[in-house]
């Protein structure tokens, strides 16, 4: 696993506990550059395991996929401790969980004031985000100089948020923010 550069582990139903063993393995693994945990059940408590791991900053992590894994508000608060410090982690997909406004908030905070490598985030079809997320998401969209491509469909964000977000970014070069506004929109990969 050493010289190993991406773990694929899709839809494996690992639990918590099998990332805590897994985690164990990732400690001193400094050569996995992605990660994807995708369609599992690890849970906030597998979210945990990983992220005492990333808070090493042995690891060089730049993907990490951890869409439908039955994450929550909880596990998002140990994954905004790590983006803290980390400067490593450039991708994370997030899509499918039960992240809430909460944890947007959470990201966001940690997004705008301290991480300097995130270039792409998708939070989409997390139907527990609403509305009262978006003045979060638009002060991390204009402090924060990274972030490249945020992935927001199929939350409950009214059409109106939606305009406001497409105008924060209106003066970012290059930045895509995926919406329901235009329904052929491709997410980028999830």
Request: with cysteine.
């Amino acid at each position: 696993m050493r010289k190993c550069k991406g773990l694929y582990l899709t839809g494996n139903r690992f639990s918590s506990q099998s990332i805590s063993i897994l985690s164990d393995a990732l400690y001193d693994n400094s050569t996995l550059i992605e990660l994807d945990l995708s369609d599992n059940h690890i849970s906030d408590t597998g979210v945990k395991f990983l992220m005492e791991v990333l808070l090493t900053n042995k690891s060089n992590l730049k993907k990490l996929h951890l869409g439908s894994n039955n994450i929550s508000d909880h596990g998002i608060k140990y994954l905004s401790d790590v983006l803290k410090v980390n400067s490593s982690l450039t991708y994370l997909m997030l899509n499918r969980n039960r992240i809430g406004n909460t944890g947007v908030y959470l990201l966001s905070n940690v997004l705008a004031l301290h991480n300097i490598s995130l270039e792409a985030l998708s939070l989409s079809s997390n139907s527990l985000i609403m509305d009262s997320s978006i003045d979060s998401l638009i002060i991390m969209l204009t402090h924060n100089r990274t972030l490249k491509e945020l992935d927001i469909k199929c939350c409950n964000i009214s059409e109106i948020n939606i305009q406001r977000l497409q105008q924060t970014i209106n003066d970012k070069n290059d930045f895509k923010l995926y919406t329901d506004r235009y329904r052929n929109n491709n997410c980028f990969i999830s």
